[in-house]
Every structure is written in C-alpha cells, then in structure tokens.
C-alpha cells in the first residue's frame, strides 16, 4: 500500500476528485494548507495599500490505495491539477505498512 499526498491550487479540487473517483478510487481526505515554494508568495493590493501574502492556500489530499493503482492515480493527479505555471504544487508516494479499518477490524488492502 502506498500514500499518496499531493498539493495543489484549491480551485483544481473537484477535477481531481473527479479524476480520481473514475479510476475507482473510493476515498480520500482533503484539507486546506497555506504555503509558499519557489514563488515565495506574491504582492496583493487592497484598499490601496500593497501587502505581502507569504503563505498561499493550497489544498493538501492523501490516499491510501494499492501498490497496483499508484502510477496510474499519480498521472491522473499531475494531469487534473496542473495549470502549467508556477505554484501547481507537488505530489508525494510514501509507504504504508499497515492500515486497519476501526470499525470492522479488517487489515491491509481490504481496510481500504
């Protein structure tokens, strides 16, 4: 099993939720993150005075699913979620050893 942890733009959430519900994928968890990267956030002007905004809202998504989906559900990620200009965000695969189900107590795969 593998993790799949990717942050992005909000306004790209529902296409990769959409992206990700046509491979099969069941469920994910979703929270919104502020950040910065390379573009180390951007200048922004109200009521006529200019400010610094350091940090950027992002959307945060994990996903655990099987070994067998994962490059498949990276591709869909990077797709869905790309605009093509700086500040797309990034995708991270990590392992999972275990997973468990509370309410049912299956374990593995089956906890998904």
């Known amino acids: ?3 799949i942890m990717a942050i992005f733009k909000p306004f790209k959430l529902d ?3 959409d992206a990700l519900t046509s491979l099969g994928i069941q469920g994910l968890t979703v ?3 502020k950040g910065f990267g ?3 956030g951007q200048t922004e002007i109200y009521r006529g005075a200019e400010y610094a905004v350091s ?4 959307v945060k998504i994990e996903v655990v699913i099987d070994d067998a989906l994962v490059e498949r559900a990276v591709e869909t ?4 979620a790309g605009t093509g200009k700086i500040g797309d965000g990034k995708i991270f695969v990590t392992s999972i050893e275990q997973a468990i189900r509370i309410r049912t107590g ?3 795969t089956e906890a998904l």
């Open 1 to 3: 099993m593998k993790m």
């Open 15 to 17: 296409d990769v939720r």
């Open 31 to 33: 929270s919104e993150v």
């Open 38 to 40: 390379r573009q180390k």
């Open 55 to 58: 940090f950027l809202p992002k």
């Open 77 to 80: 990620i990077r797709k869905a």
């Open 106 to 108: 299956e374990s593995g």
